[in-house]
């Protein structure tokens, strides 16, 4: 079945040590997406990727950076993790000229101790 | 400024019952809506969307939209204690590819 595949589905990181989460999807999205969701929140954008061009949001922070090697993965970076940065991390796909539905992954959680 | 608000809940309705969900919006640059389920711990998963003035419906839902009243509902007929989850509704723009969310709402069917 075509699928959004993220891992590890749980991450334990230290404060400071970077983490890299991943994604891949054999929907053949040309459209990915980063969320982070805390509880009882929204999912907030983070970036996407139309293709290989990267749109940042303008207030997600320089601590996270995002890497699409190819159209089926990618990647989010956290530099140095913070408390705050503990939340799931979500990521999506879609296509252009569609309806605009995004399809999500399962989500990683991740703590920082 | 929140762009997509949502009633936060919890809404608590028994076995059975209709449940209905809102949503209202203030971008007008918006052209569709989504509403997903999201269970506890889990990802957003899609329920439907809906694009056109008026009501659409897919099994027990019912999505209904006003644009002029920048308005989105979701009705959940014969609600089931599995229907337990936060709803999230969302808006899309074509122009600029952007999707926003609400906070979504707790809802709770009790058997």
């Known amino acids: 079945d075509a699928m959004v595949i993220q891992n590890p589905r749980y991450q334990v990181t230290q404060f400071g040590k970077p983490v890299t989460l991943s994604c891949s999807q054999t929907l053949n999205h040309n459209v990915m997406y980063w969320y982070q969701q805390k509880s009882s929140q929204a999912p907030k954008l983070l970036f996407h990727?139309?293709?290989?061009?990267?749109?940042n949001e303008a207030d997600t922070p320089d601590n996270f950076q995002s890497r699409r090697p190819n159209t089926s993965f990618c990647f989010l970076d956290i530099r140095s993790p913070g408390l705050g940065d503990a939340a799931m991390y979500l990521c999506?796909?879609?296509?252009?000229?569609?309806?605009?539905?995004?399809?999500f992954g399962p989500g990683t959680r991740l703590l920082v101790l | 400024q929140k762009e997509v608000e949502q009633n936060s809940g919890p809404l608590s309705v028994p076995e059975g019952a209709i449940a209905s969900l809102n949503c209202t919006y203030s971008?007008?640059?918006?052209?569709?809506f989504f509403w997903y389920r999201q269970y506890s711990g889990k990802s957003p998963e899609l329920i439907m969307f809906i694009y056109s003035n008026g009501d659409k419906e897919d099994g027990r839902f019912t999505a209904q939209l006003n644009k002029a009243s920048q308005y989105v509902s979701l009705l959940i007929r014969d609600s089931q204690p599995s229907d337990s989850a936060t709803y999230l509704c969302a808006g899309y723009s074509y122009n600029n590819n952007d999707m926003r969310f609400g906070a979504g709402t707790r809802l709770t069917v009790k058997p």
């Open positions: 999506a796909t879609s296509t252009t000229g569609g309806s605009g539905t995004q399809y």
């Open positions: 990727y139309y293709d290989k061009d990267f749109n």
């Open positions: 971008d007008r640059g918006s052209q569709s």
